[in-house]
């Protein structure tokens, strides 16, 4: 089956744009992660939802980021206002249930010039 | 101190060769463990869980010591696809909660 699909694979911004990440988890799958990786780096959690309660966002790294699962199933992760810091890998990842193991998508690349 | 603790490497080994990585976590109410693995510029995935009282999946074994705060990942008779960078993640439960750590990874290049 269809596994975790981000879109778009690669995003190039200018500073100052806001930028929405988008996630499709595999279909069913109750939990849904946001983590941001670092080259050499392993996966920074961001944010996680539960259906499309979001149960923790302690690893969103200011308030010019945010997230939504409105429908329990496909998420958003917006950037307002980007900062050449925000440059980095987004991945996302989906789990059947909560404590399961995770399924990560391809990630997305973003680049802020 | 940081939640989760890996020697980031690199392991270069020979073929064949027998090769463990520690991962050591400080946060002692940590209920489960996984170790991940993550090829270069690709998605993380699941290598396998780690439970309590060891387990062995082909040549790979992992083991936790509770007492210690560390589980561990051998892996015997290298091949070199097992070339990758190895990740381990602690999750701790609290109230219908779970906090998700990883850490950093460890380099594994088996060398022919």
């Known amino acids: 089956g269809a596994g975790v699909s981000q879109s778009p694979r690669y995003k190039v911004t200018k500073r100052g744009q806001d930028v929405a990440l988008r996630c499709d988890p595999i279909?069913?799958?109750?939990?849904l992660y946001w983590y941001r990786q670092a080259l050499g780096q392993g996966p920074e959690f961001l944010t996680y939802?539960?259906?499309?309660?979001?149960?923790?966002k302690s690893g969103l790294p200011n308030d010019r980021f945010s997230a939504e699962r409105p429908e329990g199933s496909i998420s958003t992760l917006t950037i307002q206002r980007t900062e050449q810091r925000d440059s980095a890998m987004y991945r996302c990842?989906?789990?059947?249930?909560?404590?399961?193991?995770?399924?990560f998508g391809p990630g997305t690349r973003l680049t802020v010039l | 101190r940081k939640e989760v603790e890996q020697d980031p490497g690199p392991f270069n080994v020979p073929e064949g060769a027998t090769v463990a990585f520690n991962c050591t976590y400080s946060?002692?109410?940590?209920?489960?463990f996984f170790w991940y693995r993550q090829d270069c510029r690709k998605e993380p995935k699941l290598l396998m869980s780690?439970?309590?009282s060891g387990n062995e999946d082909g040549r790979f074994t992992a083991q936790l010591n509770r007492a210690s705060q560390y589980i561990s990942l051998l892996i015997r008779d290298s091949k070199l696809s097992d070339s990758a960078t190895y990740l381990c993640?602690?999750?701790?439960?609290?109230?219908?909660?779970?906090?998700?750590?990883f850490g950093t990874g460890t380099k594994l290049q088996v060398i022919p």
């Open positions: 990842a989906s789990s059947p249930t909560l404590y399961n193991e995770q399924f």
């Open positions: 279909s069913g799958h109750v939990s």
């Open positions: 939802f539960n259906y499309e309660a979001q149960q923790d």
């Open positions: 946060n002692s109410a940590s209920q489960s």
């Open positions: 780690v439970y309590s």
């Open positions: 993640v602690v999750n701790k439960r609290s109230g219908g909660y779970q906090k998700v750590t």
